[in-house]
C-alpha cells in the first residue's frame, strides 16, 4: 500500500519536538505572566524592584535596537544631506569661479587706469605733446621693426616726431596716412638714439640690433663704462628726442658695447603720444635784460637832451 502524500506532523520528529517546545514555551510564558500579576497585585513593591531589574537588564540591548532603529530611519536623511552638500559644492565653486573672474576683470581695469593716469600726467606735463593715441600692431620679426598708431595727420601727426610711451621712448614716425601712422621702433638697426646714463651723465649712443634689443656705445671712452642695471635716457643732443626720456636698461655687456633691453617694449605697449621734435635752443635759457639798464639809459638821455 503507498504511502499518503501529506505526512502528519505526529510521523515527523523534528517537527514534533519543535511543536512540543512551542507548547512548553508558551506554558511557562502564561505561568510567568500569572505569577507577575499575582506578585503585582499581593506585593507592589516587590512587583517594581523586579521590574526595574529586568529594565537594567534589558538596557543594552534596548539601547541597541534603539540606535539601530534611528540609523535606519535617518539613512534617508543622511542621503538626503549628501545630495544637497554636492548641490551646495558646486554652487560654491561655480561662485568661487565668478568671483576670480571679477578679480581678474578688476586688476585688468586698474592696471589700465594706471597707464591712462600716467598718459594724463605725460600729456599735462609735456608742452610738446602733438596729440595721443593707441599702438595698434607690431611686427614680430622683420627686416624693419615697425609698429602702427592709430592716429594720423588729420590730428597732427607727421614724419620725424618721436614717439614715446608712459614707460619710455618708442620710436619716431616714419610714414603719416590721414588716420594711421607707421613708427621706426627704438630696437631698429636704423633707429640711432643719444643716450646718457642717468647715474653720472656719461653720453652714448643707442642703435637697434633687431632682435627686441638695442646696443649702446660710449662716445667719449675707450672702455665700455656701462654695466648692467644702468638705465639710460636721451641726451637731446642732435635734436629730435626731448632730454631725459626713458630709453632702455642695461641687461649685460658685450665687448665695448653694452646690450639693453628697451623700457617700453612694443609688445606690451598700448597707450602712446607723438611729441614734436625737439631743438636745442628750446632749452637754452633766454639772456634777460638787467631792469636797471633801461633807467639808467633813460636818464642819461634826459641829461643830454636837456639845455
Known amino acids: 500500500m503507498a504511502p ?34 499575582i506578585i503585582s497585585i499581593a506585593d507592589p513593591t516587590g512587583f517594581n524592584a523586579l521590574r526595574a531589574a529586568g529594565n537594567e537588564i534589558t538596557r543594552p540591548i534596548a539601547a ?17 544631506a549628501y545630495i544637497k552638500a554636492g548641490s551646495q559644492n558646486a554652487a560654491l565653486r561655480r561662485q568661487v569661479d565668478a568671483n576670480r573672474t571679477k578679480l581678474i576683470e578688476a586688476d585688468a581695469i586698474r592696471q589700465e587706469n594706471i597707464r591712462l593716469k600716467s598718459l594724463l600726467q605725460l600729456t599735462e606735463a609735456d608742452s610738446g605733446t602733438v596729440s595721443a593715441g593707441h599702438l595698434i600692431s607690431s611686427t614680430a620679426s622683420s627686416a624693419a621693426r615697425v609698429a602702427r598708431l592709430d592716429i594720423g595727420s588729420l590730428r597732427g601727426v607727421q614724419a620725424g616726431m618721436p614717439v614715446r610711451a608712459p614707460e619710455g621712448l618708442v620710436g619716431r614716425v616714419l610714414r603719416v596716412g590721414p588716420n594711421t601712422a607707421d613708427v621706426l621702433l627704438l630696437i631698429d638697426e636704423g633707429n640711432v638714439v643719444p643716450v646718457r646714463r642717468i647715474s653720472d651723465n656719461i653720453p652714448g649712443i643707442s642703435s637697434g640690433r633687431g632682435d627686441g634689443t638695442v646696443e649702446i656705445r660710449a662716445l667719449n671712452t675707450e672702455r665700455n663704462p656701462f654695466k648692467p642695471g644702468d638705465i639710460v635716457v636721451t641726451s637731446g643732443i642732435g635734436g629730435i628726442y626731448r632730454p631725459n626720456i626713458p630709453v632702455a636698461i642695461v641687461a649685460r655687456l658685450d665687448g665695448d658695447r653694452a646690450i639693453a633691453i628697451p623700457l617700453a617694449n612694443p609688445g606690451r605697449v598700448e597707450l602712446i603720444v607723438v611729441q614734436r621734435p625737439f631743438r636745442p635752443d628750446e632749452a637754452a635759457p633766454r639772456k634777460a635784460t638787467p631792469p636797471d639798464e633801461a633807467p639808467a639809459d633813460n636818464g642819461s638821455a634826459e641829461n643830454a637832451s636837456a639845455p
Open 4 to 37: 499518503p502524500s501529506s505526512r502528519r506532523p505526529g510521523y515527523d520528529r523534528k517537527a514534533q519536538y519543535g511543536l512540543f517546545a512551542t507548547y512548553v514555551i508558551a506554558i511557562i510564558g502564561a505561568i510567568v505572566g500569572l505569577l507577575l500579576l
Open 64 to 80: 541597541s535596537l534603539r540606535a539601530l532603529v534611528v540609523g535606519i530611519g535617518n539613512i534617508d536623511e543622511e542621503i538626503a
